[in-house]
């Protein structure tokens, strides 16, 4: 775990040290495959989008730029939608996603914003309660734990096309438990590859969910999420996004990562 978190960080510090030759402060994405960035849509803009998850469920969300530097955005999810079994809500109330840009990127400063985003990604699991020997756990959260608050700073250089490096700290307030309530980190990086091409790579150390003892629980073998995806430009303001999440097996009693389809729209009133 330590090897693979020191590489990671290694890799990172190498690109913002490389990069700083280049900077031209081109706006970065508002998302890689889970994690935020530094990004907020426009005033007047408008994002759509729809994942599709594990077990045939799906997952679509609504953002919208009240300001330059406000982003207002809601999900909702639904287990089970495709397929031969009886499909189930996450919750009865949307998630929440608010972004506000503190400082705008410079030629030397990354830009800086603040967050809450209360979507934490996979099958959200209601009172679930599991007993290992004598001790009791009631289990209320997703999969993979939302961001909670945030604080993300983003960095962009022309390096034959965008080449954006993101990197960020956060507390989940919701899904936090007796066990485990760590504040947590994530990175990533983007990178255009032709105006119609772009990929991602991101690691969440997910260090807010690496303490269970029950044997019966799947949830953070200590090896954080290292997720990828590449996103395509189908046509105008459409998008395809295809994704490989926890390529680390970090969730545990897995044998593969997951494969992930998204589908993005964005306009303008």
Partial sequence: M?????????????????????????????????????????????????????????????GIGLGDRFTLGMSYGVQKFIGDQKPSLNKSMPEVQLKYRLFDEG???????LGLDTQGRGLFHKDMEIISGEDTLIVARYDIKAVGVYLVASKNWNMLGNLGTHFGICKNFLEEDETDKDINF?????????????????YNAALDDNEYSFEEISFGQERGYLNAGIRLNVA???????DLNDILLNKGQVKYFSRELKVIYNEFF
Avoid at 187 to 202: L, R
């Fill in 2 to 62: 330590k090897r693979i978190t020191c590489f990671h960080s290694l890799t990172f510090s190498a690109l913002l040290m490389g990069g700083a030759l280049w900077g031209q402060g081109i706006p970065p994405p508002a998302a890689l495959v889970t994690i935020p960035t530094a990004g907020t849509l426009q005033r007047g803009q408008f994002e759509l989008e729809l994942l599709m998850q594990t077990g045939g469920s799906i997952l679509g969300r609504v």
């Fill in 236 to 242: 105008g303001n459409l998008y395809m996004e295809i």
């Fill in 186 to 202: 994530f990175f990533g990086i983007d990178k255009d590859i032709n105006p119609n091409i772009s990929v991602f790579m991101e």
């Fill in 107 to 113: 030629y030397q400063m990354p830009a800086l914003v």
